[in-house]
């Protein structure tokens, strides 16, 4: 899998084309299970934390809703917002994840099946209607729930620090010097970005 995109990175750029021969195959799998609504939510989570507390809170909100794997967003609207924050969620998230159930019931966050239909950039401009949900947001639902292979998140924190690692940069670069740089991985920026994730592990970071 990957097989044309890890070629084409490895031919447009030689630093990159290292870093994929010492890393090895590309792991990077859309989880397809979640629905645009549920990636969302999960990505709110995650914003400014690390997986593991991220993953925490996440398990309490859903504990909150015995039998279900998952809430379903009229099971959010119905939650008051300190039983949510309860579970760890900070107020604007709280806030932010009220938007995206209301935003799901109102028919703006759509099902899988219409959303596969948009293109990136309407589904950046759609979904970041929403209280709380940044172009971030976005295109983390893009790489890793609808497997779009040609997003470069350039705001990333850790893309950013797996350039400057794998670049031998003593800066992060600026998200503009990122994504210019990156018109060379076209149409593979998300293969990218996921070489790049990779490039810090084992760093300390």
């Known amino acids: 899998m990957h ?9 447009s750029d030689q630093v990159l084309g290292r870093l994929i021969r010492k ?13 645009p609504f549920q990636a969302l939510v999960c990505s709110v ?9 991220a993953n925490t809170i996440l398990g309490r909100v859903v504990a909150l809703y ?8 009229q099971d959010l609207l119905k939650t008051s917002d ?34 596969a239909k948009m293109s ?3 589904i950046v401009a759609r979904l970041t209607t929403i209280h709380g949900v940044g172009p971030w947001t976005v295109e983390m639902l893009l790489i ?14 850790g893309v950013r620090k797996g350039f400057a690692v794998a670049y031998r940069r003593p800066k992060l670069p600026a998200p503009a010097e990122l994504l210019a740089h ?15 994730w990779r490039a810090l592990e084992g760093t300390g970071d």
């Open 3 to 11: 097989e044309a995109a890890i070629k084409h990175l490895a031919k």
């Open 23 to 35: 890393v090895g195959p590309c792991g990077l799998r859309p989880g397809t299970i979640r629905t």
């Open 45 to 53: 989570a995650h914003q400014q934390l690390n997986g593991t507390a």
């Open 66 to 73: 015995p039998g279900r794997s998952f809430p379903a967003p």
């Open 82 to 115: 300190q039983k949510l924050r309860s579970a760890g969620l900070s107020r604007a998230k709280v806030a932010a994840i009220k938007d995206i159930a209301a935003k799901t019931v109102d028919g703006v966050v759509t099902k899988s099946r219409v959303i």
């Open 120 to 122: 990136d950039s309407e």
């Open 144 to 157: 890793f729930t609808l497997g779009r292979l040609d997003v470069l998140p350039a705001t990333d924190y």
């Open 182 to 196: 990156g018109e060379r991985w076209r149409p593979y920026r998300s293969i990218a970005s996921w070489y790049l």
